[in-house]
């Protein structure tokens, strides 16, 4: 499998894929459409294009004037990444959008990641794959996805063992990131806190006002 690192793919992003958002797994685009119907030709148009290339129907949400895409490659293991065939079936999307009329709108993509503090994934793992997503669900290296795309990934991150009562739970929020200062800054005035910048854009640690944290997420500042 050709998957891309990250700088390959912000790369591909700056040189014509300017719909686009790598979030942490996807590489993400909204669409806006005049109303309904726009976006149900737009979405029936894509299964086509995407059926033609041989490429898996992309993840889409069809809202009320909004269309979500998520586009990425699944591998043996149940891994997900962006190859050179994701990139090009972006680009056909985003000709396809601009052909039907369709307005970008790439700051507002986002996703949602449960993070997990754990000392021993390979034991959780399995538990929490069959949870959140029945037979379906199986733990791959240090996450767990939903093969139906029907809840939240689940991301472990390594710690040292603890005892508990202590945060362990908490949320990758991934923004676009032109957009994620804001966000951050709408966060700290609604009564937040700003707990690390350090690893800033890559991820800025906010804390609310009882001290549950919180991981506001980009693709910029990775490898």
Not at 131 to 144: F, I, T
Not at 169 to 181: G, K, N
Request: aromatic residues 6%; negative net charge; charged residues 20%.
């Amino acid at each position: 499998m050709d998957k891309l690192s990250n700088s390959e793919i912000l790369a591909e992003i700056a040189g014509g894929l300017q719909d686009w958002r790598k979030l942490a797994q996807p590489l993400a685009a909204r669409y806006r459409a005049a109303d309904a119907v726009a976006g149900a030709t737009f979405v029936a148009a894509v299964a086509q294009v995407g059926a033609a290339v041989g490429h898996d129907v992309p993840v889409i949400t069809l809202g009320n004037g909004s269309i979500d895409l998520a586009l990425f490659t699944v591998d043996e293991a149940g891994c997900r990444w962006i190859t050179s065939k994701d990139i090009e079936l972006a680009g056909v999307i985003s000709v396809l959008a601009r052909d039907l009329g369709l307005v970008a709108a790439p700051g507002e993509v986002a996703q949602l990641e449960l993070g997990l503090d754990t000392a021993d994934y390979a034991a959780a793992g399995p538990f929490w794959a069959a949870l959140l997503s029945g037979d379906d669900g199986r733990a791959v290296l240090d996450s767990v996805f939903d093969a139906k795309n029907r809840v939240p990934s689940v991301w472990f991150q390594q710690t040292d063992a603890h005892r508990t009562p202590r945060q362990r739970w908490h949320m990758d929020l991934w923004l676009a990131p032109e957009v994620a200062a804001e966000r951050i800054a709408a966060a700290v005035g609604a009564g937040g806190t700003l707990v690390d910048d350090s690893e800033a854009p890559a991820f800025t640690v906010l804390a609310d006002p009882e001290g549950n944290k919180v991981c506001v997420c980009t693709a910029l500042g990775r490898d």
